[in-house]
């Protein structure tokens, strides 16, 4: 299967891509690494979004250069066709030298399923792999 490739925008500025590889298909959560589109340093792009917003840092460890955002409101998450994908909400989270992850919270049903099959798809799985 081929990766999709969604596009990381805030405030109408593609900050880079991720491929939404991870899931929580109950929660309807997905989770992927972010690719970061001319920015060097993520800890120091979202700490300082983060400021001039007056948004919430949920962790912040400036000597490991490591970050957790809260919910970033102008944060859109969109794929290849442009369609943006909705959830509840969407953090980042990482460190500088290692990665930062995009996590998308709560994506309504049926949704889910139409834009993840293959995340469903591996959920069900695990359960048929059992004796």
């Known amino acids: 299967m081929i990766a999709k490739r969604y596009d990381i925008i805030i405030d109408n500025r593609k900050i ?8 929580d298909p109950p929660m309807g959560v997905v989770f992927g690494n972010i ?22 840092i ?7 250069k490591f970050i957790t955002t809260s919910i970033i ?4 998450v969109i794929d290849q066709n442009g369609m943006e994908i909705i959830g509840q ?10 990665v930062f992850q995009l996590t998308i919270y709560g994506i309504a049903y049926p949704f889910f399923e139409e834009e993840f099959p293959h995340h469903r798809q591996a959920y069900d799985n695990q359960f048929n792999d059992r004796d």
């Open 16 to 23: 880079g891509t991720t491929e939404l590889e991870n899931a």
């Open 35 to 56: 690719i970061f589109d001319s920015i060097v340093s993520g800890y120091d792009f979202l700490k300082t979004y983060s400021l001039n917003n007056n948004m919430e």
């Open 58 to 64: 949920i962790a912040d460890y400036p000597d490991e």
């Open 73 to 76: 409101p102008s944060l859109k």
């Open 89 to 98: 909400g969407t953090n980042i989270e990482g460190m500088d030298g290692d």
